[in-house]
């Protein structure tokens, strides 16, 4: 009786989902829920703050007319260079809103993945080792030949 129940309360993940999907359809609200207060999303505000400086030189010439012997003289005298600075700033505020659900199964696909190369790296490194051990006695038993005969 035990090892029957045993074997009927198993949930593999395609009965989760299933079962899942079937409360989702009946009551959303409950589903939505559960997974807001498991996974809220978390909000970060970036303030960059923008620095623009401009330059502006104006030049301007005056002409200075005289009277001399009767006859008109204009003559430019020009007008000292002025420099004017203009500093610009921007402030902006961008509002980053992560999912932390999508991040939570990100990195379990991650860590499943980190797992399987680590997996791989082992069996390279146990074929490597048989590889050399095999070579090792080939030339082991190459060398004993050749002083044997």
């Known amino acids: 009786m035990i090892v029957l129940i045993l074997f009927c309360s198993c949930m593999t993940e395609k ?5 899942l999907a079937l409360i ?11 997974c807001s ?3 809220p999303n978390k909000e970060s505000i ?10 502006l030189y104006s030049i301007d010439t005056f002409y200075k007319y005289t009277i001399i012997n009767g006859d008109t ?11 004017t600075i203009i500093k610009t700033i ?4 961008i509002v980053r809103v992560e999912n932390t659900a999508k991040v939570f199964v990100l990195e379990k696909q991650l860590n499943s993945c980190n797992e399987q190369i680590n997996d791989q790296k082992n069996r390279l490194s146990r074929y490597r080792l048989i590889t050399m051990i095999f070579i090792g006695f080939i030339v082991v038993s190459l ?7």
């Open 15 to 19: 009965k989760a989902v299933k079962k």
């Open 24 to 34: 989702n359809a009946k009551h959303p609200i409950v589903v939505a829920k559960a």
């Open 37 to 39: 207060e498991k996974f």
């Open 46 to 55: 970036e303030v960059r703050e923008t620095i623009t400086h401009d330059t």
């Open 73 to 83: 003289i204009r003559i430019a005298v020009p007008y000292p260079v002025q420099k």
């Open 90 to 93: 921007q402030k902006d505020s």
């Open 143 to 149: 060398f004993l030949k050749k002083i044997l005969w």
